[in-house]
């Protein structure tokens, strides 16, 4: 298969999946210079690009249908995020080699949730690496009405502070395939699983751009996210310990092994979001925005500027948390 | 550098150059899940993304400075051949490790670029490579008024075939860094300077909106992007080896060895377009649009549907120009 039959493969596979392609608002699509694309009037585009690499992001090992999930997952929830409406997107793929029966099972996984979200492949490329690794960027690109776009910077003390979902599992389950040296492999594979099958948040994003004040997604870990919000709004947060949500799966752990992946843990990509107590009671009763949405603290007015703290109420204590999460190229 | 200090660094160098980040066209930018930007009512936007990976699209020992001009250059090209306005683009940068001279030098020659062609960074992220190699993809984004972006689709018989300037110096200087092993160090090097230094035709392409029918940007060679333009537009040509011009360096070839770069030789990145007989001559001495402009031939009708031709007029003899190029994957 060389590169132009491949490109073809990958658009046939689309066509399978019955995303629609001859969209009025894709005018141009795959085969020229550039795509195309028509946005709704008085529409900001939204635009979000990242990369996921074999042995970094995903196991080298996982199945080539969570991979093609993830690598746009991940994306869409950068989106999401945002409140945008997922429209376009673009997939670079760097491989060591076509193999057919991956790149089937790659596709397989990318447009069944393209699909679920509405989102059209239109442009990109393929390349050969010369090492033995897999890298796939792709670019998504959605919309939203003008100044309607969720960003991290206008929380407000008083706001109450939510997740979508549970977070935790993903980074304990991660460091469980890292150090669990007894772990079983048919175990092991059903963990890879999970952490390859994050579910983005879309259409709640898209439900609260005229609620939420602030919108991040957990990516990095809910510390670390959080902190991202507080320090660009200018305030500060608590939050409560017996407000948590501890997934099923760490009852096993003591309490604070649990709390540690949930405040620390990454890759979990539900959202944290910040909302004005007015609507907070609200958000939580309505069931056709979000029935797993619930609330984990307050945002407050920080003791000085340019200083955001996020604290934990736990057992009546209250406890500073640290500004750590995943980093690329740090030394830990 | 950390991976935050990195991205940092990069928005400081984008501020260095002088490239408007407050415009009202992006109202979101870099350091939240994604950008928001927006377009001009009533226009298409344009989207091209390619990634460039060492050893395969540019030579490792390759100046940083040179490979930050290249990676933009390639994907501006892709927006020029479609008439597009250049306006944003997301940069996803892979490295083995954070060498600050290189990103410096890297910075350095993508911005130059970015600030000539008005281009504005507005996200991507950056990610550490296991491996030794650097690999880049760029997401470039532009727009064009509604259904005035030019596709390599309507190609008319009558129409005749324009280059905007020489083409297979590119493909020669490659060769002679691979085959050549006389060649002398320094010599090598001024070769990858130029090869990795095209200069894209956005301001042309811009001004082709009205006068061509098609345009394609020559990357993988004259002869495989012609027949792309051919095939869509399911028309044949016939080009005129007289009125081909030489770069000057291969004017020591005999002419069949310098026709065949001129042909098959890639990464160019002139324009190739046609246009109706009616504006030719006009097109050819306007100066203001592109003085560097020559015809090489006409389009032709097809002697049956679906099987388009290319045929080289050299000497009254009528040759069939084959219809390769460079491929990834191939096995050549």
New interface residues.
């Given amino acids: 298969?060389?590169?132009?039959t491949?490109i073809q493969y990958i658009q046939d596979k689309q066509k399978l999946h019955q995303i629609n392609l001859n969209n009025k608002n894709i005018?141009?699509t795959i085969?020229?210079?550039?795509?195309?694309?028509?946005?709704p009037?008085?529409h900001?585009?939204?635009?979000?690009?990242?990369?996921l690499?074999s042995?970094?992001?995903f196991f080298k090992d996982s199945n080539p249908k969570d991979i093609g999930h993830k690598v746009l997952a991940v994306n869409l929830s950068?989106?999401a995020?945002?409140g945008?409406t997922p429209a376009?997107f673009?997939l670079?793929l760097?491989l060591p080699?076509?193999n057919k029966a991956w790149v089937t099972k790659f596709c397989d996984g990318l447009f069944s949730l393209a699909k679920k979200n509405n989102i059209t492949l239109?442009?990109?490329?393929?390349?050969?690496?010369?090492?033995?690794?897999i890298?796939i960027?792709i670019?998504a690109?959605?919309y939203?009405p003008?100044?309607k776009?969720i960003?991290?910077?206008k929380a407000n003390p008083g706001d109450g502070i939510y997740l979508s979902g549970e977070v935790g599992l993903a980074g304990y389950l991660i460091e469980q395939i890292y150090n669990n040296k007894n772990l079983d492999n048919k175990l092991k594979q059903e963990y890879i699983k999970l952490i390859n099958n994050p579910m983005p948040q879309n259409q709640l994003g898209i439900n609260l751009r005229d609620i939420a004040s602030s919108?991040?997604?957990i990516s990095d870990g809910l510390c670390a996210d959080l902190y991202h919000i507080l320090n660009?709004s200018n305030v500060s947060a608590n939050l409560y310990m017996d407000k948590f949500k501890i997934p099923k799966m760490l009852n096993k752990l003591t309490q604070d092994q649990a709390l540690e992946h949930i405040l620390y843990g990454g890759d979990d990509y539900q959202l944290c979001f910040t909302a004005p107590k007015n609507v907070s009671q609200k958000l939580v009763n309505n069931k056709t925005i979000n029935n797993q949405i619930f609330k984990i603290g307050e945002v407050i007015a920080s003791k000085s500027e340019k200083n955001s703290e996020l604290f934990l109420i736990k057992n009546k204590n209250k406890i500073k948390l640290k500004n750590i999460g995943y980093?690329?190229?740090?030394n830990n």
Same sequence: chains 1, 2.
Avoid: Y
Avoid at 31 to 39: E, L
Avoid at 327 to 330: K, N, T
């Fill in positions: 298969m060389d590169e132009f491949l005018p141009i085969g020229d210079d550039a795509a195309a694309v028509m946005p009037d008085n900001e585009i939204i635009i979000t690009s990242d990369t690499i042995g970094v992001h950068d989106l995020a945002m945008a376009w673009t670079n760097t080699e076509i239109v442009g990109g490329d393929t390349t050969k690496s010369l090492e033995n690794s890298s960027t670019t690109i959605g939203a003008k100044n776009a960003t991290r910077s919108c991040i997604d660009l980093q690329h190229f740090s």
